[in-house]
Nanobody, 122 residues
């Protein structure tokens, strides 16, 4: 089992920045892939960014390219999502996920955090 705990969400004005943190614990060696997803009420969970600890795969959804950066500190078992130039449409609950297969589909990920709310005001 891998436990994931997100933090860093909050309320920010459009154009501002936030950094989300995901702390992993447990059998973290089994999670070669880390990702961030987001979800708004009534919509499916959407892939935001993902990477492999080996550094071979890093991917972003088109709408956040150039604004968001995913990174990780393997010594701390922590993953970050730096979000700059935030827009109202970035408002969502953001989830950290861990799995073994890289990709944008939620089914690829075995473990999920509880989510953290990000609200961007216009």
């Amino acid at each position: 089992q891998v436990q994931l705990v997100e933090s860093g969400g909050g309320l920010v004005q459009a154009g501002g920045s936030l950094r989300l943190t995901c702390a992993a614990s447990g059998r973290t060696f089994s999670a070669a892939v880390m990702g961030w997803f987001r979800q708004t009420p009534g919509k499916a969970r959407e892939f935001v960014a993902g990477f492999t600890w080996s550094g071979t795969n890093t991917d972003y959804t088109d709408s956040v390219k150039g604004r968001f950066t995913i990174s990780g500190d393997i010594a701390k078992n922590t993953v970050y999502l730096q979000m700059n130039s935030l827009k109202p449409e970035d408002t969502a609950v953001y989830y950290c996920a861990a799995g073994r297969i890289p990709g944008p589909f939620p089914d690829y990920y075995d473990y999920w955090g509880q989510g953290t709310q990000v609200t961007v005001s216009s």
